[in-house]
């Protein structure tokens, strides 16, 4: 139970300075910029520069995204393409286990493309911008106007409190039975594995990207429902996505977004054996 408990505690600490960063950036465009402008001129080269910040280890940049998407400073195009390349603990957990660079590349690249690729096409399809003028301050009630330091503490101390309980919460299922089951689960692969992959990934935990990279190394999960998991898992952003987003329906249709590609390309990825 130690074990448990220190673990949420080290995860949550990791995404601190990721979530200090993100409000700052808020408090200060939500008080002292335009942000009509910025929605204007933002998203066009955003999927690329969020694909890449993706890729690199832990969720951070994934959790700093969410945050800055639902002030809408960045495009859901943008967002999306941060949430499929973010390699949580994948990248750490093949170095330790001495996996072949090929291996460790090619699944960095794939997510690196698939990132850009979907990301753009959302931007496309979706031009019309949400004239919702959400403001995280005035959600949370805080007394910004005289300290935006003061301020952006006590939003990432509140997220922090939020992360930390969930994560000890989902540590607890998978330490008592729930990656024993979940092994079980994938060692019967079959056409609908993608799917289950996919869901599995889009636990806001990082033990989620541990058990699928881990299986795949162990050669118990194939190509595709991998790159199905592994891109669908953005860390604990989705879980900073429903604790700061008041709009629902929207989380909802990000979440769906979300696990369609990682699906998709998944059976791709298995139909056509493309690697």
């Avoid at 001129?41 to 694909?51: D, V």
């Avoid at 957990?93 to 090929?102: E, G, T």
Wanted: hydrophobic share 50%; proline share 3%.
């Amino acid at each position: 139970m130690l074990d448990i408990f220190l673990d949420a505690v080290i995860d949550t600490l990791k995404l601190i300075p990721f979530l200090f960063i993100a409000f700052l950036i808020i408090e200060f465009t939500e008080h002292k910029l335009n942000n009509k402008k910025i929605v204007s001129k933002s998203g066009r080269l955003g999927p690329i520069i969020g694909s890449l910040l993706g890729i690199f280890p832990q969720c951070g940049f994934s959790v700093l995204a969410t945050n800055l998407y639902i002030t809408r400073i960045i495009s859901l195009g943008t967002l999306i393409a941060v949430y499929l390349s973010t390699s949580d603990e994948m990248l750490p957990i093949m170095i330790a286990q001495k996996a072949d660079i090929k291996d460790i590349l090619c699944l960095l690249l794939i997510k690196f493309i698939v990132g850009i690729v979907f990301g753009f096409i959302i931007d496309l399809l979706i031009t019309k911008r949400d004239k919702v003028n959400y403001e995280i301050c005035k959600h949370d009630h805080c007394d910004c106007n005289h300290s935006f330091i003061n301020s952006a503490i006590k939003h990432t101390f509140k997220t922090s409190l939020f992360i930390f309980a969930f994560t000890l919460f989902i540590n607890f299922i998978f330490s008592y039975g729930g990656e024993g089951y979940l092994k079980h689960i994938f060692s019967k692969n079959n056409w609908f594995t993608p799917f289950i992959s996919g869901l599995i990934g889009l636990i806001p935990n990082c033990g989620s990207s541990i058990l699928i990279t881990e299986l795949y190394l162990n050669n118990l999960l194939p190509l595709g429902p991998t790159i199905s998991g592994l891109l669908t898992g953005s860390g604990v952003a989705l879980l900073v996505l429903f604790k700061s987003n008041p709009n629902l329906k929207e989380n909802i249709k990000i979440i769906t977004i979300l696990y369609g590609i990682g699906v998709f390309v998944g059976i791709l990825f298995e139909i056509f054996k493309i690697v």
